[in-house]
């Protein structure tokens, strides 16, 4: 299913890294972040983007920063030390920041916060949850980036109307959870099996952001 050699390349040395652990399979598979960007996402001004996990607004930055002018930005972000200072980061700019978490569905979901990029749902807080489904209702965005820290799948489920009307591109994070490497293509196929697959690596270790592209 994966679209290139490159995309296959990843997916077999990064999948062989978490057997034996050599880290020279992750080295063999590197590419740089632009190429994806440049090269598989292809954004361009006026374009709009759903940012689920947007930390300190670090990504609506770089996006901004990639496109220049932009339609619409909504920025989802469920940590509340990170979503004040996305609200800083990003205040010269006009753009939506919510703070809640991505889920299947809208409601009230336990939380963990730890103050850190690594906030997880399953902890003894609650927070405030949305779905794709239920962002996009009155608005439609070119691009959606996933990395919602090992919840990409009920995201994606949660936005399984949108994927299958809309068929934004798609930036969703592989490297949480190690069945994500199949369960994530296999879900967005099956809502909407006219999406590109490509898969790259950035030089980080461990194996972070290695990520599933749908174009």
Known sequence: MLADEQSKK???ETTLFKLDGDISRLFSCETPEDEAFEGIL?????DSFLDLGAYNGDTVLDFIKRVGTYSNITAIEPDKKSFAKLLKNTESYNITAVNA????E?????FSFKSSRGSVSGGNDFTDAVSI???CQNAKYD?????VEGK???AIIGGEQTIKRDKPKMLISA???SDDYFAIPLKVHEFNPDYKIYMRHYPYVPAWDTSFYFV
């Open 143 to 147: 691009y959606i980036k996933f990395d």
């Open 133 to 135: 489904d239920y962002l």
């Open 10 to 12: 990843v997916f077999r």
């Open 101 to 104: 978490a991505v889920s299947r």
């Open 106 to 110: 809208v409601g009230n979901i336990p």
């Open 42 to 46: 292809k954004l361009k001004p006026n």
């Open 152 to 154: 990409e799948l009920d």
């Open 175 to 177: 490297y949480h959870k």
